[in-house]
């Protein structure tokens, strides 16, 4: 009796998204649970045994897998599909909303709407959108990043385990110098790694798990998009417009997952924990290091040529300061704060995010370049003519900067680099090679032919590239890692190259003398643009730094001031 099955007559206000075939030739109006690829026909509970009895070869599709179910003739094609209602389809769009609309769309919400249109009527030429055209391109660039994001958290998962590893070898170390009373601090301690281990694990998990959705529906609806030019214009319209949104969620998820670029874990050992024993509760303190971004940027490829969206100057000069400012050295650590060495005070200074000067330490001579070495350190070149030839390392804690060691040379130090491990040094004339603990390693690359042929330096990311500029002779020099010359770019308007900086395969170099910034090819032979003059607010400047955190260029001189250039 047709009170057995599941559905009710055809003239019912009933809306399915899919009706079953079968009930529909009986007239009746019953959803669809089943849909088979061959028969191209929906069935529901009650109907799909029949089928399957008939056609035991025939592949039948479920609802967990509606998404590769196709649009039987005169039905609704699943990119079609009004979302807010399952069994309508879109066929308008509101312009004062610009929204995708079914009928009952309008008639709910948009009726006071001035700019509603047919489908039909705007989607004639889509083909020749540029925006459409690049589709493809555009989404399958978004499933790598993801792709490649998800493959980044996996790689930092297996990071995080042998972080702990290591850690716990060092809990074990000095578990051993003490007695039995340190089995409870040794649980308490473990524990509190394990805790902070699985709360990372959770989190990058979580990252994975929201990159594998997004490039899944990104595949899924690009796959429902006919690829014909003959095809209906409505179909590829509807999914281009929801490619767009899906694009749009898919850069959120980027930039809410690329805020922190690697979760990360430190240990740090109490000191005097021999003699302490009694009074400790466990071995150290296990803490989270984990790296932020101030906000996600556009992945730009290396050949990418930046384009100058705005400047903004920011003083860095301090009430303490008994001479005009004069920046030698630009760097930033990774919460944001950036340090910069000023060589008429003789101070290195710690500013804020907001650009703001938040503390400072003193040096004993002028300071000249500085780098980031790791974590909150930075090294600082610092001399006095012949007499001072040093490095010293300054670090970030609880906001105060603090010098904790330094390294001496036989030659002078003006530039300085940090790649693998190793210090790239430059006296002015050569380059040498040097560990972290002070031990010469080699001289990479010497040039006698002017005072001033080794100037400043800059590393490539992958540590195959070395880029020096040759202020006696106006020159940016390109040298491989065994002190090879790749490269000599000159610009015959441009005097005093200073201060290169590089980043992921971008190169930026200043002049000293000609105010002015310049974005060079990833080679160092040619240059792409020009990115800030005199006029910018660029006067003699010495030290660049690229930000990738908030893709901008940090330009420092003869000024009281810090100029930042935004790039896109």
Same mark, same amino acid.
């Given at each position: 009796?047709?009170?057995?099955f599941?559905?009710?007559?055809?003239?019912?206000?009933?809306?399915?998204?899919?009706?079953?075939? *079968?009930?529909?030739e009986?007239?009746?109006?019953?959803?669809?649970?089943?849909?088979?690829?061959?028969?191209?026909?929906?069935?529901?509970?009650?109907?799909?045994?029949?089928?399957?009895?008939?056609?035991k070869?025939?592949?039948?599709?479920?609802?967990?897998?509606?998404?590769?179910?196709?649009?039987?003739?005169?039905?609704?094609?699943?990119?079609?599909?009004?979302?807010?209602?399952?069994?309508?389809?879109?066929?308008?769009?509101?312009?004062?909303?610009d929204?995708?609309?079914?009928?009952?769309?309008?008639?709910?919400?948009?009726?006071?709407?001035?700019?509603?249109?047919?489908?039909?009527?705007?989607?004639?030429?889509?083909?020749?959108?540029?925006?459409?055209?690049?589709?493809?391109?555009?989404?399958?660039?978004?499933?790598?990043?993801?792709?490649?994001?998800?493959?980044?958290?996996?790689?930092?998962?297996?990071?995080?385990?042998?972080?702990?590893?290591?850690?716990?070898?060092?809990?074990?170390?000095?578990?051993?110098?003490?007695?039995?009373?340190?089995?409870?601090?040794e649980?308490?301690?473990?524990?509190?790694?394990?805790?902070?281990? *699985?709360?990372?694990?959770?989190?990058?998990?979580?990252?994975?798990?929201?990159?594998?959705? +997004?490039?899944?529906?990104?595949?899924?609806?690009?796959?429902?998009?006919?690829?014909?030019?003959?095809?209906?214009?409505?179909?590829?319209?509807?999914?281009?417009?929801?490619?767009?949104?899906?694009?749009?969620?898919?850069?959120?998820?980027?930039?809410?997952?690329?805020?922190?670029?690697?979760?990360?874990?430190?240990?740090?050992?109490?000191d005097?924990?021999?003699?302490?024993? *009694?009074?400790?509760?466990?071995?150290?303190?296990?803490?989270?290091?984990?790296?932020?971004?101030?906000k996600?940027?556009?992945?730009?490829?290396?050949?990418?040529?930046?384009d100058?969206?705005?400047?903004?100057?920011?003083?860095?000069? +301090?009430?303490?300061?008994?001479?005009?400012?004069?920046?030698?050295?630009?760097?930033?650590?990774?919460?944001?704060?950036?340090?910069?060495?000023?060589?008429?005070?003789?101070?290195?200074k710690?500013?804020?995010?907001?650009?703001?000067?938040?503390?400072?330490?003193?040096?004993?001579?002028?300071?000249?370049?500085?780098?980031?070495?790791?974590?909150?350190?930075?090294?600082?070149?610092?001399?006095?003519?012949?007499?001072?030839?040093?490095?010293h390392?300054?670090?970030?804690?609880?906001?105060?900067l603090?010098?904790?060691?330094?390294?001496?040379?036989?030659?002078?130090s003006?530039?300085?680099?940090?790649?693998?491990?190793?210090?790239?040094?430059?006296?002015?004339? *050569?380059?040498?090679? =040097?560990? +972290?603990?002070?031990?010469?390693?080699?001289?990479?690359?010497?040039?006698?032919?002017?005072?001033?042929?080794?100037?400043?330096?800059?590393?490539?990311?992958?540590?195959?590239?070395?880029?020096?500029?040759?202020?006696?002779n106006?020159?940016?020099?390109?040298?491989?890692?065994?002190?090879?010359?790749?490269?000599?770019f000159?610009?015959?308007y441009?005097?005093?190259?200073h201060?290169?900086?590089?980043?992921?395969?971008?190169?930026?170099?200043? =002049?000293?003398?000609?105010?002015?910034?310049?974005?060079?090819?990833?080679?160092?032979?040619k240059?792409?643009?020009?990115l800030?003059?005199?006029?910018?607010?660029?006067?003699?400047?010495?030290?660049?730094?690229?930000?990738?955190?908030?893709?901008?260029?940090?330009v420092?001189?003869?000024?009281?001031?810090?100029?930042?250039?935004?790039?896109?």
């Amino acid at each position: 009796m047709a009170s057995n099955f599941e559905s009710i007559q055809m003239g019912c206000d009933f809306i399915h998204d899919f009706a079953c075939s *079968a009930c529909e030739e009986d007239g009746l109006n019953t959803e669809a649970q089943h849909f088979c690829n061959q028969c191209t026909k929906y069935y529901c509970n009650n109907c799909v045994p029949v089928h399957n009895k008939l056609y035991k070869r025939h592949a039948v599709l479920d609802r967990k897998d509606v998404k590769k179910w196709a649009a039987a003739p005169g039905t609704v094609e699943v990119l079609e599909i009004c979302e807010r209602h399952p069994g309508e389809a879109l066929k308008l769009v509101c312009g004062d909303h610009d929204q995708l609309c079914c009928h009952m769309c309008v008639a709910v919400d948009h009726r006071q709407c001035f700019s509603i249109q047919h489908i039909q009527d705007i989607a004639k030429d889509i083909h020749k959108d540029p925006e459409f055209r690049q589709l493809p391109q555009r989404v399958a660039e978004l499933r790598t990043h993801l792709e490649d994001m998800k493959n980044d958290r996996k790689k930092n998962g297996a990071s995080l385990k042998k972080t702990r590893a290591v850690i716990v070898g060092e809990i074990k170390a000095i578990r051993k110098k003490i007695n039995d009373i340190l089995d409870k601090m040794e649980t308490t301690t473990i524990q509190d790694l394990d805790r902070l281990v *699985a709360d990372q694990e959770l989190s990058i998990k979580k990252d994975m798990d929201a990159c594998t959705l +997004m490039h899944d529906e990104l595949k899924s609806i690009m796959d429902a998009i006919p690829n014909k030019e003959s095809s209906d214009k409505p179909p590829l319209y509807i999914g281009f417009r929801k490619c767009k949104e899906k694009i749009k969620q898919a850069n959120e998820i980027l930039q809410n997952i690329s805020k922190i670029v690697k979760y990360k874990i430190t240990f740090r050992k109490n000191d005097g924990i021999e003699e302490n024993l *009694a009074t400790m509760a466990k071995f150290g303190d296990i803490n989270e290091s984990n790296v932020f971004t101030k906000k996600t940027l556009p992945l730009f490829s290396q050949d990418h040529v930046f384009d100058s969206q705005g400047y903004h100057e920011y003083s860095v000069e +301090m009430c303490s300061d008994k001479n005009r400012c004069d920046i030698e050295g630009v760097c930033e650590l990774p919460g944001g704060e950036i340090v910069i060495s000023d060589y008429s005070n003789c101070k290195v200074k710690l500013l804020d995010q907001q650009y703001r000067v938040a503390d400072h330490c003193d040096v004993p001579e002028y300071p000249f370049d500085v780098c980031h070495i790791g974590g909150n350190e930075v090294a600082v070149c610092v001399n006095f003519r012949d007499d001072r030839r040093e490095l010293h390392f300054i670090n970030m804690t609880k906001g105060k900067l603090v010098t904790t060691r330094k390294l001496c040379f036989m030659h002078r130090s003006y530039g300085v680099a940090h790649h693998g491990n190793k210090l790239y040094i430059s006296s002015n004339t *050569a380059l040498y090679i =040097y560990t +972290m603990s002070g031990k010469n390693i080699k001289k990479l690359y010497e040039d006698k032919s002017g005072g001033n042929t080794v100037q400043r330096i800059a590393i490539s990311n992958d540590g195959k590239t070395v880029f020096i500029t040759n202020f006696s002779n106006n020159q940016l020099i390109t040298l491989d890692n065994l002190g090879n010359k790749l490269a000599t770019f000159t610009d015959h308007y441009l005097r005093g190259p200073h201060g290169p900086a590089t980043t992921a395969g971008h190169v930026f170099v200043c =002049y000293f003398d000609s105010d002015t910034i310049l974005q060079v090819d990833k080679d160092g032979k040619k240059k792409l643009a020009t990115l800030a003059r005199k006029q910018d607010g660029v006067l003699s400047p010495k030290a660049l730094f690229f930000s990738s955190r908030t893709s901008s260029l940090f330009v420092c001189g003869s000024k009281d001031t810090l100029l930042v250039i935004s790039l896109r």
